[in-house]
Structure formats: structure tokens, C-alpha cells
């Protein structure tokens, strides 16, 4: 089981995360949150991993608030300054990670996918991303500008991060000369959270979660 600890911002400020311990020399993981925050489902998830074999970081970007309905998420996800998560909070949870030199990965649910991909264009020192239905504005982060190993899981039925912007995300990393690992699942927006059973899909989330740690396992050896 993990626990809460405090990890520095590159601009010195400090951040609360869970930390969710593996064996000594594992490679590092950052788990980026749902819209509904650092909650029992993503702190059970970053203990997954841990057991996994990944010394996995959950920041908590909404400093303990938590949303229990799709109106207070929204709300609390508006609100965050995404610039400031992605250059602040998960570079320094990366950074935190890697002082041991080991790799970090970064791998994120929803509004954590979209930072996920805006992890692996703003922060050098991540070394491979995996995301969840999630992409951010191209404005924000552009996923033509890519340059690590990326691996990305979409539903058909997601009307949030939908087929289109799926395809266009992969079309645009393979235009800039990249090769993104792309799986798309028949299954509803976020089919991976079992505490959801109105959107779960069991089939798609195991098949996801061992494309997810074979990938992980592969480029952060």
C-alpha cells in the first residue's frame, strides 16, 4: 500500500502525491487522474502498478478536493491551470522519480490522458506515455511534436475524446515521422474504471491493461 508524501515543483513550490512503492530499481511511473480527482479508484490503480513493478507518483493536481458528481468534475477540471500541471506538478513528479536514474513513464484516464500527451511534448525527461482517452487542445500540445514512445487507448463510443480526434491525434504523430501505438476499443468513454459499472467493459480494460504494462515494461527498461 502507498502513502501521501510531498515532492518539489521546478519552481520550488512543494506538491502532494500518492506514492505507490515498488522493488528497489524499478522504473518509475507518473498516474495522472480522472476528472474526478486523486480518489480511492486511482490510488487502488497506482498500487496496481506498483505491484506491476512500477514505483508509481499520483499527483494531486486538485489539491484534496475530490468530485462526486459529473457537474462538480467538470467544474474542478475547468478550473485547472493545465500549463501549470503540466510544467509544474507532473515535470516535477517525473523529476522526482528519476533523481534514482532510473526511466519514467507517464500514463493517464481522461483529463489525465490529455495531460499525458501534454506531458510528452513539455516534459524532456519522461521517456515514455500512455493515454487513456484523453487528447488536449493542439494549441496547448501539439502531439506532432512527440518524440518518445506513445501508446494511446480510445472507445468508438466516446462522444468527449471521440473516434475523430483519436485519428486525427495518430495522423499526426505518424505525419511528423512517428509510430504511436494505437488501440481502439468498442466500449464507452472511460471503460477502464471498474468503479464506473454503468461504462466498465472488463474485456477492454484487461486487454488495455496488458497492452499498457507490456509497453511500460518494454520502453522503460
Not at 505507490?20 to 497506482?46: D, F, S, Y
Not at 496496481?48 to 512500477?54: V, W
Not at 496547448?140 to 472507445?155: S, T, V
Request: charged content about 20%; glycine content about 8%; overall charge negative.
Amino acid at each position: 500500500m502507498g502513502q501521501m508524501i510531498e515532492f518539489k515543483r521546478p519552481d520550488g513550490q512543494r506538491s502532494a502525491a500518492y506514492l505507490a512503492p515498488a522493488e528497489p530499481g524499478a522504473p518509475g511511473l507518473v498516474l495522472i487522474q480522472e476528472w474526478w480527482g486523486l480518489n480511492g479508484h486511482i490510488r487502488a490503480l497506482a498500487d496496481r502498478f506498483a505491484a506491476a513493478g512500477f514505483e508509481t507518483l499520483a499527483p494531486d493536481l486538485y489539491r484534496g478536493r475530490l468530485a462526486s458528481s459529473a457537474d462538480e468534475a467538470s467544474h474542478l477540471m475547468n478550473g485547472l491551470d493545465f500549463p501549470d500541471a503540466t510544467h509544474q506538478d507532473l515535470r516535477g513528479a517525473v523529476l522526482h522519480l528519476a533523481a534514482t536514474g532510473r526511466k519514467v513513464g507517464a500514463l493517464g484516464f481522461c483529463m489525465g490522458g490529455a495531460l499525458t500527451v501534454a506531458a510528452a511534448v513539455h516534459v524532456p525527461e519522461l521517456d515514455a506515455a500512455v493515454c487513456f482517452y484523453g487528447i488536449p487542445s493542439a494549441g496547448f500540445a501539439d502531439p506532432a511534436r512527440i518524440r518518445k514512445p506513445f501508446q494511446g487507448h480510445f472507445a468508438t463510443r466516446d462522444d468527449w475524446c471521440t473516434p475523430a480526434a483519436a485519428a486525427q491525434l495518430e495522423q499526426a504523430m505518424r505525419a511528423a515521422g512517428q509510430q504511436p501505438e494505437c488501440f481502439h476499443y468498442e466500449a464507452d468513454h472511460a471503460f477502464f474504471n471498474d468503479a464506473r459499472p454503468e461504462v466498465f467493459d472488463a474485456a477492454a480494460a484487461a486487454l488495455a491493461w496488458q497492452r499498457s504494462v507490456d509497453f511500460l515494461r518494454r520502453t522503460l527498461a
